[in-house]
């Protein structure tokens, strides 16, 4: 893979800049989380090669992007996909985006990771003329103000116990992953390496789990069906948000509007919904959807 050094607009992040870009983004938290986080995960962890690019007018139009966005895209091309940081109230300065076309191949179709709303409804406008986008919404839930009192309940150690996950439980998770398409069974393995990564096992089998990500957040817990309404689900999210805290991280989920439960869970846990974050296909008009 060839690494781009600049394009129109920006230009490759070095090494030896990036605590100060981190530095400059936290300014702008809760908005810059998800960047911010990559940008910190990526500084302490290195579980994914990312490379990260500002404007070339940076700091004073601040525009920030990392590529690739995701970890697996369809042609597995570093600049196929992205994430974007920009401040809310400085959207104008997406147009160094919108005209970039070494790094951003607007012809062809891109791939947007969870992103805040208001920069991809900027990009949609003036996308509007060259293709469509298939969208899909989660929301931002922070925990700033934990409860004093979240203390762990006991788990039963008959039928259940707390165990930090390995590497050969990657790909058991991944498939159940909801967007196992986006993201590879590799980063799984690495995250469990190097990151929080906990299970609850029942009799020895794994019952329900839970990753700190690549981007901070606290993300893919899921509870197999035949182990729900045990409370294994709020046991670990009360665990990897102390987990997570403890290493200077600030505890968050991204969670489908219309997931009840969930948001039903976290807010017993001190989470609020702080914005919307906008994961998008760019499809350019005759391009066919994946697989057609």
């Given at each position: 893979?060839?690494?781009?050094?600049?394009?129109?607009?920006?230009?490759?992040?070095?090494?030896?800049?990036?605590?100060?870009?981190?530095?400059f983004?936290?300014?702008?938290?809760?908005?810059?989380?998800?960047?911010?986080?990559?940008?910190?995960?990526?500084?302490n962890?290195?579980?994914?090669?990312?490379?990260?690019?500002?404007?070339?007018?940076?700091?004073?139009?601040?525009?920030a992007?990392?590529?690739?966005?995701?970890?697996?895209?369809?042609?597995?091309?570093?600049?196929?996909?992205?994430?974007?940081?920009?401040?809310?109230d400085?959207?104008?300065?997406?147009?160094?985006?919108?005209?970039?076309?070494?790094?951003?191949?607007?012809?062809?179709?891109?791939?947007?990771?969870?992103?805040?709303?208001?920069?991809?409804?900027?990009?949609?406008?003036y996308?509007?003329?060259?293709?469509?986008?298939?969208?899909?919404c989660?929301?931002?839930?922070?925990?700033?103000?934990?409860?004093?009192?979240?203390?762990?309940?006991?788990?039963?150690?008959?039928?259940?116990?707390?165990?930090?996950?390995?590497?050969?439980?990657?790909?058991?998770?991944?498939?159940?992953?909801?967007?196992?398409?986006?993201?590879?069974?590799?980063?799984?393995?690495?995250l469990?390496?190097?990151?929080?990564?906990?299970?609850?096992?029942s009799?020895?089998?794994?019952?329900?789990?839970?990753?700190?990500?690549?981007?901070?957040?606290?993300?893919?817990?899921?509870?197999?069906?035949?182990?729900?309404r045990?409370?294994?689900?709020?046991h670990?999210?009360?665990f990897?948000?102390?987990?997570?805290?403890?290493?200077?991280?600030?505890p968050?989920?991204?969670?489908?509007?219309?997931?009840?439960?969930?948001?039903?869970l976290?807010?017993?846990?001190?989470?609020?919904?702080?914005?919307?974050?906008?994961?998008?296909?760019?499809?350019?008009?005759?391009?066919?959807?994946?697989?057609?």
């Amino acid at each position: 893979m060839e690494l781009v050094p600049e394009g129109k607009n920006f230009r490759l992040v070095q090494e030896e800049e990036l605590p100060e870009i981190l530095e400059f983004v936290e300014k702008y938290l809760p908005d810059s989380l998800k960047f911010h986080q990559t940008l910190k995960t990526y500084l302490n962890d290195r579980v994914w090669d990312f490379y990260f690019y500002v404007n070339k007018a940076w700091p004073e139009e601040p525009v920030a992007v990392h590529f690739p966005g995701m970890t697996l895209s369809p042609n597995g091309r570093t600049y196929e996909s992205f994430s974007v940081f920009c401040p809310s109230d400085e959207l104008d300065n997406l147009r160094q985006l919108q005209e970039e076309d070494v790094l951003v191949d607007w012809s062809q179709p891109i791939y947007l990771n969870f992103t805040h709303h208001k920069i991809l409804e900027r990009l949609e406008d003036y996308y509007e003329a060259i293709g469509t986008l298939e969208k899909v919404c989660g929301d931002v839930y922070v925990c700033s103000d934990p409860p004093v009192d979240m203390q762990l309940d006991e788990l039963c150690p008959e039928e259940a116990e707390l165990m930090q996950l390995k590497p050969q439980h990657a790909k058991a998770i991944h498939d159940l992953y909801p967007a196992n398409h986006m993201e590879c069974v590799e980063i799984f393995e690495k995250l469990i390496n190097a990151l929080p990564a906990y299970g609850i096992f029942s009799n020895g089998e794994l019952a329900a789990w839970m990753v700190q990500s690549y981007y901070g957040a606290m993300f893919s817990m899921q509870t197999r069906p035949e182990f729900r309404r045990k409370g294994y689900g709020i046991h670990l999210a009360k665990f990897l948000t102390n987990v997570v805290m403890s290493r200077g991280y600030i505890p968050f989920v991204v969670i489908r509007p219309e997931n009840d439960a969930s948001q039903s869970l976290y807010a017993k846990l001190g989470f609020e919904r702080h914005y919307q974050m906008v994961r998008a296909i760019f499809r350019p008009h005759g391009h066919k959807a994946d697989g057609d």
